[in-house]
């Protein structure tokens, strides 16, 4: 998993990366304010996704702004985020240089928001969901990722 190309973060004082991150399993919601998808399911999701598997899993946000960039600022983002009670740690994509597609979003292949990625705990991409995901089998996919090792408690073989 590349690292994230962030311009700012938003709800924390010690923005992570996915370095750091080594070791954790790490749900990422890509999206964007103005993304229906993103309003009614996306965010939702990864707010239960925060609540329900607490310390046992980090969730971040990416949003990714590739239209309306002009309705879609860090001030702008920052007042979203204050409404719908997101509490969890949010990046904001680096913008590309040609107002197109961010950097992250473009890096990763991500096809639109919502986009839900899971990362395991050695930092490795092991799912990239487009559009609404059903809870049931993202619990159920996340419960696994927990339930592998850590890469520190692997044994090496003999």
Request: glycine share 8%; net charge negative; charged share 20%.
């Amino acid at each position: 998993m590349p690292e994230l190309a962030v311009s700012e973060w938003f709800n924390t004082t010690d923005p992570p990366t996915i370095a750091s991150l080594r070791g954790e399993v790490v749900v990422i919601e890509a999206f964007q304010m103005l993304c229906p998808g993103c309003v009614s399911h996306g965010l939702p999701q990864a707010s239960r996704v925060a609540a329900t598997f607490g310390t046992d899993v980090t969730v971040l946000g990416l949003h990714t702004v590739f239209e309306h960039h002009e309705a879609m600022t860090p001030v702008a983002l920052k007042a979203f985020l204050h409404e719908y009670r997101i509490t969890f740690p949010v990046a904001v994509d680096e913008p590309a240089a040609s107002g197109g597609m961010p950097v992250t979003m473009r890096r990763l292949g991500l096809r639109g928001t919502p986009s839900l990625l899971l990362v395991d705990r050695a930092g490795r991409l092991r799912a990239d969901a487009f559009g609404q995901i059903d809870d049931l089998a993202l619990g159920a996919e996340i419960a696994r990722l927990i339930a592998e090792p850590r890469p520190d408690e692997v044994s090496s073989p003999a």
